[in-house]
């Protein structure tokens, strides 16, 4: 299912520096961490951005794909200069943000995220057991100005740009919740994803 008026951005670009190493990198059923939330992320958007730190040795063979790094001027600011950089470059109504440390999430739950967006809210956004995950959702175009007047001040918080903006939240239950699963450390690797 490709919805034509939505951009992916993939934001793998995370220091991982709980992990010990470059999480986009790490695998899980032989594949990397990127190429999986790659091909997710792909399958139900027209277009991706894959926004990257400069060092990192990722190349996209795909002509929706573009693979792309913050812009100069917020380098490194953390997930909102990811997703300020690739809404600067897309021209989409709606962006599907994903990052790259949830290999377990599935079509399933992006497509639930993707059916509640309207013109009544400017971001979708999944909550599972009463936590909001605000790196799984989806944005409106026009909240490209708020982020970028966040960034400009310095506040890189994802909290305090949900607080500014009219969002839908989507309840998941605690059965869903391993979808949704971080992989922050290399405990929580051995925890969701050996067998």
Not at 63 to 75: L, P, R, W
């Amino acid at each position: 299912m490709v919805n034509n008026d939505i951009t992916g951005i993939l934001l793998t670009g995370g220091k991982s520096s709980r992990f010990k190493s470059d999480k986009a990198f790490a695998k899980y059923d032989n594949e990397s961490f990127y190429q999986k939330s790659l091909q997710l992320i792909e399958s139900i958007t027209d277009r991706v951005y894959l926004v990257k730190r400069l060092e990192q040795q990722i190349t996209v063979e795909s002509a929706k794909i573009s693979v792309i790094t913050d812009i100069e001027q917020f380098m490194g600011a953390g997930p909102l200069a990811g997703i300020y950089s690739a809404m600067e470059k897309g021209s989409s109504e709606w962006f599907l943000v994903l990052p790259v440390d949830t290999p377990l999430m599935n079509e399933a739950i992006l497509s639930r995220i993707i059916k509640c967006s309207n013109n009544n809210y400017e971001a979708v956004i999944p909550r599972v057991n009463g936590k909001c995950q605000p790196l799984i959702g989806m944005y409106h175009a026009n909240v490209i100005q708020v982020i970028l007047q966040q960034l400009q001040n310095n506040q890189l918080s994802m909290h305090q740009l949900l607080a500014k903006l009219a969002v839908k939240y989507l309840d998941f239950s605690s059965e869903e919740e391993h979808f949704f699963a971080n992989i922050n450390t290399e405990e929580d690797y051995q925890y969701y994803l050996r067998d």
